[in-house]
Structure formats: structure tokens, C-alpha cells
């Protein structure tokens, strides 16, 4: 007796072993379909748009550079300001509270 594997029946066609276990095709979850739209619409806008215009553009900070003395009068200069209008906001409250009280 013969080891064959037979099929009962014949009008269905015969599948592999490959093809049990390849993988299905799952529906996509609604994240991901919103994904997937947000990049479609993306691409319409950039076809719409000329994207190339900033190609050749040099974005980099190597000429932004700033030592340590730069940086604190900056920060001196900053601070001065602040105190500056500090005192001129205080000024205005105590002149409109001196105005509160003689009306």
C-alpha cells in the first residue's frame, strides 16, 4: 500500500504547503488608514507646492557660533532690560492706584 495522499474531492485544486502558511493580507486598522491618508494628502500638497526651491539652501549653525563673553552680556544686557521694565510696571500700578485713591 502506497503512501499517496488521496483527495476526496476532485474538483477542488490541490494546495501546497507553501500556500497554507503564507501570509493573509489584514484589513488595516482606521489608525492606520488615517495614516495612510494624511500621507497621500501630504504627497498632493507637495506636488502642488515647489518643494525644490529650498534644495540648495545651507540650513546649517556653523557661522552661529557665540563664546562664553558673548553670551553673558547678552544675558547682562537681558537682565538690565528686565529690571528696567520691572520698575516701569511698578511705577504705572503705584501711579494708577495713587489715581484709584484720590477719585
Same mark, same amino acid.
Given at each position: 500500500?502506497?503512501?499517496?495522499?488521496? !483527495? %476526496? =474531492?476532485?474538483?477542488?485544486?490541490?494546495?501546497?504547503?507553501?500556500? $497554507?502558511?503564507?501570509?493573509?493580507?489584514? /484589513?488595516?486598522?482606521?489608525?492606520?488608514?488615517?495614516?495612510?491618508?494624511?500621507?497621500?494628502?501630504?504627497?498632493?500638497?507637495?506636488?502642488?507646492?515647489?518643494?525644490?526651491?529650498?534644495?540648495? !539652501? %545651507? =540650513?546649517?549653525?556653523?557661522?552661529?557660533?557665540?563664546?562664553?563673553? $558673548?553670551?553673558?552680556?547678552?544675558?547682562? /544686557?537681558?537682565?538690565?532690560?528686565?529690571?528696567?521694565?520691572?520698575?516701569?510696571?511698578?511705577?504705572?500700578?503705584?501711579?494708577?492706584?495713587?489715581?484709584?485713591?484720590?477719585?
Amino acid at each position: 500500500m502506497t503512501n499517496k495522499r488521496v !483527495r %476526496d =474531492d476532485i474538483s477542488l485544486p490541490a494546495v501546497s504547503n507553501m500556500q $497554507d502558511h503564507r501570509r493573509r493580507k489584514r /484589513r488595516l486598522s482606521d489608525h492606520e488608514e488615517d495614516d495612510c491618508e494624511g500621507v497621500k494628502a501630504l504627497l498632493i500638497i507637495k506636488k502642488m507646492f515647489n518643494t525644490k526651491r529650498f534644495a540648495g !539652501r %545651507d =540650513d546649517r549653525d556653523t557661522e552661529m557660533e557665540a563664546s562664553f563673553g $558673548d553670551m553673558t552680556k547678552k544675558e547682562k /544686557r537681558s537682565e538690565r532690560l528686565g529690571r528696567t521694565e520691572d520698575r516701569e510696571q511698578l511705577r504705572l500700578l503705584e501711579e494708577n492706584a495713587r489715581h484709584q485713591r484720590v477719585s
